[in-house]
């Protein structure tokens, strides 16, 4: 049995950085950015109204003139007008270009206009004005050829939109990793299926498959029986077509958990099995010839969730390109007692103090069976294995799956 950091080390060096794919922008959102996005021009590019109004000289009215015969009306997507009387003004919309000679906006609800002799006039009704109010200038944003995005970002829609305004219809990302899913058991059913006293419904290879959909990652999933000969068979099958397994179950000390016999007799690597930790114990690592990486992890749920939370997206992260943040600390906000000598993931519910430190507040289940629970917590508070008494204040490594 090997520590927690033990285990992090050996699966850190099984980091196997994906390769680059191009695909077109629309179907980038959750992937892993590859490449620089530069902007090809100023942001904004021009001098940008950002009310309907009417755009003045502001040396005008700093002179003390409050009425502005209208010139004409500048329009969003028309192109540049300009003030030729500096005592005149030009209606614009939000979105346009500020007309030359004009460097100030005031909205349509600080105006009232007249006509005189066949003339529309705008009269500012309001006192205050400042100097080139509402006018989003050109390169107040980012500047021409700035660096606008860089590799190892997740793509989310406020990336999508800065790829688009810069013109790339394609854009680099990491090759998406073919990932499959495999559940054992014969207690296990399908969902849409009445168990028996003695059965289950799946759900650990569902909840793989929506965890991992955060990377864009659509994983296969497949359900193998308690027998030896059919694990062999579909597990030998599986591990020619897929870089990555993820398997829930099989892994322990009983009688019909085959899956660590069989991953050696197919040629997988043991690279560790157990973990000084609770939940999830007894779990196996490797990778065979072929690279193909193997997690396998209890059947528990609790224990297949932390698992894959603690050390399979976190590889996933790092082969994938994905920017390494800072890890999360969080304070203890109770007492808590765990006295065997293992690293315990905490079931907590964090959130920020007014001071933004995260605080984690424990949450009981009933053990590592206990899937329930995990929707009242959003995270795991990492305890270390040398102490049993854990004090409120205490700060620990915060594992958060979700905000609430």
Same mark, same amino acid.
């Given at each position: 049995?090997i $520590?927690?950091?033990e285990?992090?080390?050996i ?9 680059k ?6 179907h980038?959102?959750?992937r892993?950015?590859? +490449? ?19 755009a ?17 009306i ?6 540049q007008q300009t003030?030729?009387n500096?005592e005149?003004?030009i209606?614009?919309?939000?979105g346009?270009?500020?007309? !030359?000679?004009?460097?100030?906006v005031?909205?349509y ?12 006039i ?15 200038? +050109?390169? $107040? ?5 700035s ?7 997740q @793509? ?10 810069t013109g ?14 495999? $559940?054992?058991? &014969? ?8 168990p028996a006293?003695h !059965? @289950?419904?799946k759900?650990?290879?569902?909840t793989? !498959?929506?965890?991992i959909s955060?990377?864009g990652v ?9 027998e030896?000969e059919?694990i062999?068979e579909?597990?030998?099958a599986?591990?020619?077509?897929y870089?990555?397994?993820i ?8 009688k019909k ?11 997988v690597?043991k690279? =560790?099995?157990t ?10 690592f490797?990778?065979d010839e072929?690279h193909?990486?193997?997690f396998a ?5 609790v224990?297949?969730?932390a698992g894959y ?9 790092s082969?994938?390109?994905? #920017? #390494? ?6 304070k ?5 007692t =765990? ?6 993931f905490l +079931?907590? !519910?964090?959130?920020?103090d007014?001071q933004?430190?995260w605080?984690?507040q424990?949450v009981?289940?009933?053990? $590592?069976g &206990?899937?329930?629970?995990?929707? &009242?917590v959003?995270?795991?508070?990492e305890?270390?294995a &040398? ?8 700060a ?9």
């Open positions: 049995m $520590s927690v950091k285990a992090e080390k699966i850190a060096e099984q980091i196997q950085l994906c390769s794919e191009s695909v077109y922008f629309q980038a959102n959750n892993i950015l590859r +490449q620089e996005i530069k902007a090809d021009r100023d942001f904004p590019p021009y001098d940008r109204v950002t009310m309907d109004g009417i003045i000289d502001y040396q005008t009215y700093a002179s003390g003139i409050r009425e502005f015969p209208v010139q004409g500048q329009t969003a997507g028309s192109p003030l030729h500096a005149h003004c209606e614009v919309m939000t346009a270009v500020c007309p !030359q000679k004009a460097d100030t005031i909205r609800e600080d105006v009232e206009f007249i006509e005189f002799e066949g003339t529309k705008a009269r500012i009704t309001i006192e205050g004005i400042k100097d080139q109010q509402n006018v989003h200038h +050109q390169g $107040s944003d980012r500047k021409s050829r660096i606008l995005l860089r590799p190892g970002r @793509i989310s829609p406020a990336e999508i939109g800065v790829i688009a305004s790339h219809v394609k854009v680099q990302v990491s090759k998406l990793p073919k990932v499959a899913i495999i $559940s054992s058991g &014969d207690e296990l059913v399908e969902v849409d299926a009445i006293p !059965q @289950i419904r759900s650990n290879v569902y793989l !498959q929506a965890a955060d990377f659509k994983a296969d999933h497949f359900h193998m029986p308690d030896k059919l062999y579909e597990l030998g599986i591990l020619k077509n870089d990555l397994l398997l829930s179950g099989g892994v322990s000390k009983g958990d085959f899956i660590p016999e069989v991953l050696n007799e197919l040629g690597k690279l =560790f099995h973990v000084a930790q609770r939940p999830g114990k007894p779990f196996w490797g990778k072929n193909t990486v193997v992890l209890p059947g528990n749920p224990s297949t969730f939370y603690k050390y399979i997206r976190p590889w996933l992260a082969s994938m390109g994905l #920017e #390494e943040k800072p890890p999360l600390i969080a203890l906000g109770a007492d808590y =765990f006295k065997p000598p293992l690293t315990y +079931q907590v !519910q964090a959130s920020t007014s933004g430190n605080i984690a424990p009981e289940g009933h053990g $590592s &206990d899937h329930v629970n995990l929707i &009242d959003n995270g795991f508070l305890l270390p &040398d102490k049993d008494f854990f004090k409120a204040g205490e620990y490594p915060l594992m958060l799956f979700r905000r609430m």
